[in-house]
């Protein structure tokens, strides 16, 4: 990432405005020019000039193992897991090369299962399958929603070396070939997302989901952003997807604006950690000193749909807070609060320390693990939010004020800071690596 004050490179004090990833078209704030600002940017991840041909050398020559063609040969089925609607992944761009390659292996369109990793998410809609596939691809293929519920739907695959029952969807476990798609960026839990995660939990059963939830990894010091490779969940994560026999994935990395600017194919372990390598040099926001606020987002469209997965954008900004700062996340959450479960755990107005205490003595619920995150950012932090989608009756429930439009949000923050304080913006939110240099993570 470069960092820059201003909008000129090395002016500390000048009256800026900033383009924030908010929504489908974005939100520009105000910020006055007594405050020490730093705005965290992309710094070198730029578009490649010919995606398409990128993603067939990749698929022809992929990372540490035969072409996806060869793979596919002699093989009658394949089932191949993608994105669900919260994540920018660009499933119509890639898939089209990956069943070509399926089809002239042999594979027959109707033998070649396309499966939402919807995780414990809900199923897709129509209009969503049109917008995460398209109609050409609706129209020649089978496609459905993992169900992580419904039990005899996942196939029983054991229990792994940390002690998780693996459940993973009967449908793409039963399938002769077993290939994911998807993108690498920083999360929350797993160190960057990406590969495994598309089977361990995109398609994994609900009990499955919830243990990889639970307290035992969301406390886990090593199960943060960045943390890759030695990260305990992410070592589940890699043993459920072996089990699942994960033979192929085609991660891509992302620009600002959801362009394509480098693409992993291959085998499971090492594409992936290729894609991270990269993700890791390309998003790194290094901050030499942590700061007194941070404004943030959750990166936009998809991801700023709901509360639930906004809370991403705050978990990566406070790496780079001081003890006892501000973090503002600003996000649209169209669709409000998230899930029934998510909603329900909200709308109990527990302190974040109630909250924390109650998770290690009761059964893992469904969705509960974002609030656990966040409560670890509060218990550390003050937080204040701009959540427009949001019912009001719903923000009394939240740890800390929340406004109706970003600019408000800023300007109250602003009112609460001394104009000596220093502030940080991260207008992509969670897709911005940002670390502490000195507690950076280095890579493998």
Known sequence: MQARHGPNAGSARVAMKVKLEYDKTGAEIELPDHQRIRVLESRFARELADPNAALAEAIRRPIGCASLEELARGKQSAAISVCDITRPAPNKLVLPHVTAALERAGIKPENIRILIATGL??????????????????????????????????????????????????????????????????????????????????????????????????????????????????????????????????????????????????????????????????????????????ITTSGGYPLDLTYYQAVKGITAASHVVKPGGSVLLIAACREGLGSPEFSKLVRRSLTWDNLLDELTKIPVEVDQWQSEKLAMVARKLSLSFCLPGVARDDWRHLWGPVFETPQQAVDDLLSKLSPEASIIVIPEGPYVFSQLDQAAVPVP
């Open 121 to 294: 998410h809900r199923e897709a809609t129509p209009a969503e399958l049109d917008e995460i596939l398209g109609p050409e691809i609706l129209a020649r293929y089978w496609v459905d929603s993992h169900r992580a519920r419904n039990l005899d739907e996942q196939a029983d695959l054991g229990v792994t070396s940390g002690g998780t029952h693996a459940y993973v969807d009967r449908r793409f476990v039963e399938t002769d070939l077993h290939i994911t798609l998807g993108f690498v960026e920083p999360h929350l839990m797993a160190g960057f997302s990406g590969g495994r995660k598309l089977i361990s939990i995109g398609l994994a059963g609900e009990k499955t989901i919830k243990r990889l939830h639970s307290p035992l990894y969301m406390r886990d010091p090593k199960a943060v952003e960045g943390s890759f490779p030695d990260n305990p969940l992410h070592r589940e994560l890699l043993e459920i997807a072996s089990k699942a026999r994960h033979d192929f994935m085609i991660d891509v990395a992302l620009t600002r604006s959801r362009g394509v600017s480098a693409v992993f194919a291959g085998d499971p372990v090492e594409a992936h950690k290729a894609g991270v390598e990269f993700v890791r040099e390309s998003t790194l926001a290094g901050v030499e000193q942590p700061a007194d606020a941070v």
